[in-house]
C-alpha cells in the first residue's frame, strides 16, 4: 500500500509539474479583501496551444463549471464570487465570470477538472507564512511569480506589490490587477498599507506609519527608517521611532513614528520621503511611502463650495461648486468630513486630492480647473449608470470618496483644516428633520461660501425619492444643472406673477423663455413642478406662503407666493 502510494504521490507531482509549464495555471488569487467581498481566481494559459475549456470545472474551493471559450496561448480567464461587483471594482482588463461559493480566508485546496474529469490543477493556499500573510485581509492578492513553477510551492508566490490602490468607502486600498500578467520582485522585503493615504494637516501632532515584513523571517530583521523630502526635521516634525526590530515570525507591523509640528508660517506642501536602511546603513528600500503635510496657516480662498450631497442604496455623492479657476494641486488643501449621526465634527476625512486620479469627462485640464461642478462618489461607475450623460464638459468624477456618511449627517468641507462650508448641523442627527437626505438628495439653491447652515438655503428631495434604478425614473429626481446661481441673479427680477396673493391661479409673464418652475414650501421641499411654465395651479396646496424658482436662461429667479 505505501509503494502504492508512493507511486500515486510522484505520478500526481510530474502532472502537476507538467501543467505548470505547459497548461492552465492560476496566476493571481483575491481570497480576503478589506472591507467589501472582491474575490477573484486567474487563470493563464502558459501552453504554446489554445485550450477548450468546455467542460473544464473548479470543483474544490469554488464551485464553477467554464464556458464554451478557447483561451489562447499567453491569455488569461478570470472568475470572482460576484462579477457585478468585480466589474464596477476593477478596471476590467478581462471579463470575469461567477462561481457558486466563496474562498476560505484561512486557506483550502482549489481544484480544477478537465473535460475528461482529469485533475489538472491541485493548489493548496494558505494565510499563514511561509505563504504572503499580509494577503489575509491587508490589501494585497497573491501572484504566482513564474507560470513555469510549482503552483503547490508557497515559494513561488508573493504578495501584489504594485501600486493599484484600488480604494474602498470605508478607506483600505484593495492591491490587485486582475486580468494582467504580473512580475514579482525578488528583494521586496517590506510593505506599507494604504500607500497614497498618509496625507495629514500639520496639526495633526503624533503620526503613525504602520510597516510590515512582506516575509517572516526566523531571526529578527532591524531596520532604519531613512526620512528624506521637502520637509525639515526638527522644524517641520520631529522623529520619535525610526528603528524597527521585528522578531522572528512577526506577521504585525512596526510603527515608523513623527510629531508633525504645527508652526505659524505660511508654507507649501511638504512631503517626508520613507527610505529603509539595514543597520550598517546600507540601502534597502530607496522609496516605501510619502507622508505628506499640509499648512494649515494663510488665508483661505474658498475656492470651492457645497452645492449638493445625495445618497441611493449603491451611491453616494457630494456634488461641489469650483468657485474659480484652480490649480490642480491647490485640490490639496481641501477636505471633507461628516458628522456621524450628529456627533460632531471629525474634521477631514477625505481630502479632495490626495494622489488619486481625476477623471475629467471632456477636455482634460492637466494643471488647473476651471470654473464649474464636480463630483465625488464612491463609485464611477454606478453613479454615471444612476444620472446618465450628463452634459456638462467642465464635470469632474473622482472615484473613491474615503468617508462615509448616510443621509443622517451633516458634511463639512475644509480649506487648511478650517471649516468654509456645512451642510446640515453638525450637533444634530438629520433623522426626521427637515434636511434628512435618506435615500434622496439636497441641494444649495444660492451659492455663497458660509460656515452656517440656513435650511431655506437647500432644495430638498421626498425621503426615499433616489431609491429606484435611475435618477430619471425618480418622480423626484437630482436636479444636475451646474449654473452658477448667486444673489445677484436672484434680485434681477424679469417676470411678472399675478395675482398675488392667490386662491389657486397665478399666471406668469416673462420677456424670455421658462425652461423650468419650481414651488418650495419655507423648508425647502419641493410641493410642485408645473409642466406649464406660464400659469400655475395652486389650488391643492394648504394655505401659506411659497417660494417659485423660476430657471430663465442662466439667471434663477425666486418669487414669494402666497395662497389664501
Known amino acids: 500500500m505505501r509503494r502504492t502510494n508512493f507511486y500515486i504521490f510522484n505520478l500526481l507531482l510530474a502532472c502537476n509539474l507538467l501543467q505548470s509549464q505547459n497548461g492552465l495555471v492560476i496566476t493571481e488569487i483575491m481570497y480576503n479583501s478589506p472591507g467589501e ?60 465570470y461567477q462561481y457558486q461559493g466563496s474562498l476560505n480566508n484561512d486557506g483550502e485546496l482549489i481544484a480544477v477538472t478537465d473535460n475528461q474529469q482529469d485533475t489538472v490543477i491541485q493548489l493548496e493556499y494558505d494565510d499563514r507564512a511561509p505563504w504572503p500573510h499580509l494577503a489575509d485581509g491587508l490589501g494585497p492578492s497573491i501572484v504566482l511569480c513564474d507560470p513555469n513553477s510549482p503552483m503547490d510551492d508557497p515559494d513561488s508566490w508573493e504578495m501584489f506589490h504594485e501600486f493599484s490602490s484600488y480604494g474602498l468607502l470605508t478607506g483600505e486600498d484593495v492591491n490587485a490587477d486582475p486580468g494582467r500578467t504580473n512580475t514579482c ?122 452645492r449638493g450631497v445625495m445618497q441611493t442604496p449603491e451611491v453616494k455623492a457630494i456634488e461641489l461648486f469650483i468657485q474659480e479657476d484652480i490649480f490642480v494641486s491647490d485640490l490639496l488643501y481641501y ?53 446618465g450623460p450628463i452634459d456638462n464638459n467642465r464635470l469632474i468624477l473622482q472615484q473613491d470618496l474615503g468617508m462615509s456618511f448616510n443621509g443622517n449627517d451633516a458634511i463639512e468641507l475644509f480649506e487648511k483644516g478650517q ?82 396673493p392667490t386662491s389657486g391661479l397665478i399666471t406668469i409673464q416673462s420677456d424670455q423663455p421658462i425652461e423650468q418652475i419650481i414651488v418650495y414650501d419655507l423648508c425647502g421641499r419641493m410641493v410642485l413642478t408645473p409642466n406649464n411654465h406660464y400659469q400655475l395651479n395652486l389650488s391643492e396646496l394648504l394655505s401659506g406662503v411659497y417660494i417659485a424658482q423660476l430657471e430663465i436662461g442662466d439667471k434663477v429667479i425666486v418669487e414669494r407666493v402666497i395662497v389664501e
Open 37 to 96: 467581498d472582491l474575490e477573484f481566481i486567474e487563470f493563464y494559459n502558459n501552453s504554446t496551444d489554445t485550450i477548450d475549456l468546455s467542460g473544464y470545472q473548479i470543483v474544490a474551493g469554488v464551485n464553477f463549471n467554464f464556458p464554451n471559450e478557447r483561451l489562447a496561448p499567453g491569455e488569461l480567464f478570470v472568475v470572482t464570487n460576484d462579477s457585478l461587483i468585480y466589474d464596477r471594482f476593477y478596471i476590467p482588463w478581462v471579463i470575469a
Open 185 to 306: 520582485l525578488d528583494d521586496y522585503e517590506f510593505w506599507v498599507s494604504d500607500q497614497d493615504r498618509h496625507l495629514f494637516s500639520e496639526a495633526a501632532g503624533i503620526v503613525e506609519i504602520p510597516i510590515y515584513l512582506a516575509n517572516t523571517y526566523n531571526e529578527d530583521q532591524t531596520v532604519i527608517v531613512w526620512n528624506l523630502g521637502s520637509a525639515a526635521p526638527d522644524e517641520d516634525y520631529r522623529v520619535i521611532q525610526d528603528t524597527l526590530t521585528f522578531s522572528a515570525g512577526q506577521t504585525t507591523p512596526e510603527y515608523f513614528i513623527v510629531e508633525l509640528i504645527d508652526d505659524s508660517q505660511s508654507e507649501s506642501y511638504e512631503a517626508i520621503t520613507i527610505h529603509l536602511n539595514s543597520t550598517a546603513g546600507d540601502t534597502i528600500i530607496n522609496f516605501l511611502t510619502t507622508i505628506g503635510i499640509l499648512d494649515n496657516d494663510g488665508s483661505l480662498e474658498s475656492k470651492i463650495e457645497l
Open 335 to 387: 477636505g471633507i468630513g461628516s458628522a456621524n449621526n450628529g456627533n460632531g465634527s471629525d474634521s477631514t476625512e477625505f481630502n479632495i486630492w490626495a494622489g488619486q486620479t481625476l477623471l475629467v469627462e471632456t477636455a482634460p485640464r492637466l494643471f488647473f480647473l476651471e470654473e464649474g461642478c464636480a463630483f465625488i462618489t464612491n463609485d464611477t461607475i454606478r453613479f454615471k449608470q444612476f444620472f
Open 419 to 500: 471649516v468654509i462650508d456645512v451642510f446640515g448641523h453638525i450637533d444634530e442627527d438629520g433623522a426626521g428633520t427637515d434636511w434628512e437626505y435618506t435615500d434622496s438628495w439636497a441641494k444649495k439653491r444660492i451659492l455663497g461660501q458660509s460656515t452656517v447652515f440656513n435650511e431655506t438655503e437647500w432644495n430638498y428631495g421626498s425621503i426615499g425619492a433616489l431609491d429606484v434604478m435611475a435618477n430619471d425614473a425618480s418622480s423626484d429626481p437630482y436636479q444636475l444643472k451646474c449654473g452658477r446661481t448667486t444673489t445677484e441673479d436672484l434680485i434681477q427680477n424679469d417676470v411678472l406673477l399675478y395675482p398675488n
